[in-house]
């Protein structure tokens, strides 16, 4: 029954005995018993019926064998061998019987394969004739000449070994399949087996040791102890496979400490070579330890002059890091630290010698010399005495050169105001006592040159202006002449020359896209995108976020140029990695030491390369901060190179709807207008309505089937600068006739508008002359003008 107060029902029959793994409560042995609402109860034969029904489908997956167990003495006790009892117990489970049974019939049976690969051998030391073996195989296998294989050479070996008297003539079988021997026949081949093994082995042990080979004398001395083989032989055997043994593991070792190149590990590796006499190892031994003994030598070497190029490091002395260094390249070494000392020896040369070149350039050098060594003496961090000796007099040739230049430049422009700073300038550099003899000579004659030309200003000033030509060469190129006095309508702008100096800035201060040429050899990156901008202050040029190294100031530009003028975008263009962008559409920075390239590849590229050069030009002619105008040519002279390169193969701008097109058109694919007679660069489009406007006021035909085609270069060129401060370029035309615009100057907020003013009357001047010159030289091209 269940537990106390157990309820009706589920009783088991009598005898069964139940287990249950719950723990019950008052009142529920039906429910224990039968699992309601508890956990069910399993019987003990339940359990052993299970338990045997796993045993019997676990040996149903097996093959069982019956293992008879043999008791080595009554106690059950380890290393105590009772052989009377052991012997009586295995008469008493028949073994006994069995074993003589077996003896006296076939107790061993091979197939012939692994009859022939155990026992094949021993026919090779024994000598039998085939009459011999003919009984045999005529009595074993029916015939005297049987087939090949291994059955029959099974029944020529026991032939030839019955014939010489090492095993018996009968009592044995051969089968379909198999070979069936007695015991006393196995025996019989066993001893001649073990015969033949003694006399091969010790040949073979002999031979091993002669030849002193780890691999064979190994397996020789296996083979030995297999066959049970002793004597004097073997000892001396094993002996000398221990040496060779000890002798490899040296030769490792000295093998892996020659590659690590450690002096430590290479002396430790050649005691042990030297324990167990690696030298007398004719084969490999004795080379390589004399090989470890010259790399310890060489290795001590190099420790001594790794030694002595830390202390020639550590001194910067010229004569030490020599010493080291010829040191370091007798011993072999070459590390890091050789290639340091070799910078470092190069660099103190290179700081020697520079610091020569600056002290006698401080004494006559040319400014460009001069730029060129400061360079190179800010490059290395070179701050000697003679290094601001050269500074002193490169600020005073430079002050020189700028002075020189705003004379030349003012003198150009005829323009009364800047002459007079010019003028000032020049003699504050005059006066510099810094400048040599020659400098101050040409400075004296160039000041007279601009005085005479200032006095001749003011006494053209001082008379009334004449007003523009109405007959004469204008005439005669068709232009329209007035016939009485003349006034003038403003009109709109005419492009960029025309837009406010600060408005041009602020375009380039928000800054735009450009390809930037990188120079240096070592550069990963030989052309790369940069968002390059003007500062706020105007002074410089910055990209990459203006870190260090990426920038450029303005005060340091020599020349701006447009096209493939420097040698870095030369290269470029003839390599396989050219950039899709036209050549035309790179301008330039050119300082005393190297040049920045920029070209524009989004957008109008026409239009950014202008804005970008027209602006720069100008900032950089301010950047001294005296007002002085220095020459600006970089639109006239591509304009020059462009013409002066005249080819058929050449894109061409259309001067009336400014299409590019291709080489071979002769009219305009979009306006049909002819091919000009002179082609404009194409970067130059966007200044065409200011260039027709100031061939109007120069009298210029420039845009027609005329000889003056030819001096669309000096349009550019009378654009390129800013006009005389405070006036502005301003387009307007005359009274009556709005079809010809004229560009004049204004001031600022666009009254005054005049085409009278000195300024474009010198312009005129300029012109005729340079017609003139054209016309004596028969018509040709404009000469290239010098860099």
């Known amino acids: 029954g269940g537990g106390g107060g157990g309820g009706g029902g589920g009783g088991k029959p009598k005898g069964e005995r139940t287990m249950s793994f719950a723990r019950h409560r008052g009142g529920g042995g039906a429910r224990a018993r039968l699992g309601g609402g508890g956990r069910k109860v399993v019987s003990v034969g339940r359990q052993f019926q299970e338990s045997l029904d796993s045993l019997m489908g676990m040996l149903h ?16 006790a380890p290393d105590d061998f009772d052989g009377a009892y052991v012997m009586r117990q295995l008469q008493q489970m028949g073994m006994v019987h069995v074993v003589k049974a077996r003896k006296q019939g076939f107790a061993h049976r091979y197939d012939f394969d692994t009859f022939i690969a155990r026992y094949g051998y021993l026919r090779e030391g024994v000598e039998c004739d085939a009459a011999k073996l003919a009984p045999y195989l005529q009595t074993y296998l029916g015939s005297a000449s049987p087939p090949a294989g291994t059955k029959t050479e099974t029944v020529q070996l026991l032939g030839a070994l019955a014939a010489a008297d090492m095993f018996a003539t009968d009592g044995w079988a051969v089968g379909t399949t198999k070979l069936f021997l007695k015991a006393s026949h196995q025996q019989q081949l066993e001893v001649a087996r073990e015969s033949h093994l003694r006399r091969v082995i010790t040949q073979t042990l002999t031979k091993a040791i002669a030849d002193q080979d780890l691999a064979s004398l190994d397996e020789a001395v296996a083979r030995a102890v297999e066959i049970r083989l002793t004597g004097k032989l073997v000892e001396e055997a094993k002996a000398l496979l221990a040496t060779l043994r000890e002798r490899e593991k040296a030769f490792e070792a000295l093998t892996e400490a020659m590659e690590m190149r450690d002096v430590a590990a290479v002396e430790a590796a050649l005691k042990q070579a030297a324990a167990v006499r690696l030298e007398k190892d004719a084969k490999k031994g004795a080379q390589k330890v004399s090989d470890a003994k010259a790399l310890l030598t060489q290795l001590k070497a190099q420790q001594v002059a790794s030694n002595a190029l830390a202390a020639a490091l550590a001194s910067k002395d010229v004569k030490k890091l020599r010493d080291a260094l010829d040191a370091a390249q007798k011993s072999g070494l070459n590390s890091g630290q050789v290639t340091q000392a070799q910078r470092m020896l190069e660099g103190l040369k290179t700081k020697d010698a520079l610091e020569k070149k600056l002290a006698a350039a401080a004494k006559g050098g040319s400014l460009a010399e001069l730029t060129q060594l400061l360079a190179q003496a800010e490059e290395i961090g070179l701050s000697t005495e003679a290094a601001r000796a050269a500074k002193r007099r490169h600020a005073s040739l430079q002050e020189s050169a700028q002075a020189s230049s705003a004379l030349q430049s003012a003198s150009t422009a005829r323009d009364e105001e800047a002459l007079r700073a010019a003028i000032e300038r020049a003699s504050a550099a005059e006066q510099n006592q810094a400048a040599a003899e020659r400098e101050k000579a040409a400075m004296s004659a160039e000041l007279a040159t601009a005085k005479e030309l200032l006095a001749k200003l003011e006494a053209e000033h001082s008379t009334v202006l004449a007003t523009p030509p109405r007959g004469g060469a204008a005439a005669a190129r068709g232009l329209p002449t007035p016939s009485g006095p003349v006034s003038y309508v403003p009109g709109p702008p005419a492009g960029l020359p025309c837009e406010p100096l600060a408005a041009r800035v602020a375009r380039l201060q928000r800054g735009a896209t450009f390809l930037k040429v990188a120079e240096g050899t070592f550069t990963r990156k030989k052309l790369d995108a940069k968002a390059v901008a003007l500062s706020a202050d105007r002074k410089s040029l910055t990209w990459d976020g203006g870190k260090k190294g990426h920038g450029l100031e303005l005060s340091q530009v020599v020349r701006v140029s447009i096209g493939l003028e420097t040698k870095p975008l030369q290269k470029l263009y003839h390599s396989s990695a050219a950039p899709d962008v036209a050549p035309t559409s790179w301008f330039s920075l050119h300082t005393a030491a190297r040049s920045y390239d920029f070209g524009a590849r989004d957008g109008d590229t026409a239009e950014t390369v202008i804005l970008w050069v027209l602006t720069l030009q100008q900032l950089v002619l301010l950047s001294s901060g005296t007002g002085v105008r220095l020459p600006a040519t970089a639109l006239s002279y591509a304009q020059q190179q462009w013409q002066y390169h005249n080819s058929s193969a050449k894109e061409w701008p ?62 550019l060129k009378a654009l390129e600068p800013p006009p005389p401060s405070p006036l502005v370029w301003s387009v307007g035309h005359r009274q009556g006739d709005g079809e010809t615009p004229l560009l004049g100057l204004a001031n600022a907020d666009g009254t005054g508008f005049s085409v009278d003013h000195a300024y474009i009357l010198s312009l005129r001047r300029e012109a005729e002359t340079a017609r003139q010159q054209q016309a004596q030289a028969g018509g040709g091209l404009t000469p290239r003008p010098p860099l």
């Open 61 to 76: 997956t097996c093959s069982p064998h019956f293992v008879r167990c043999i008791k080595p003495n009554h106690h059950l």
């Open 654 to 715: 259309c001067v009336q709807c400014t299409c590019i097109n291709k080489p071979r058109n002769t009219a305009c694919e979009v306006c049909g207008a002819p091919k000009p007679m002179v082609t404009l660069v194409p970067t130059v489009t966007p200044l065409l309505p200011a260039m027709r406007a100031l061939s109007n006021t120069l009298g210029i035909d420039a845009f027609n089937l005329s000889p003056d085609a030819r001096l669309q270069w000096f349009l």
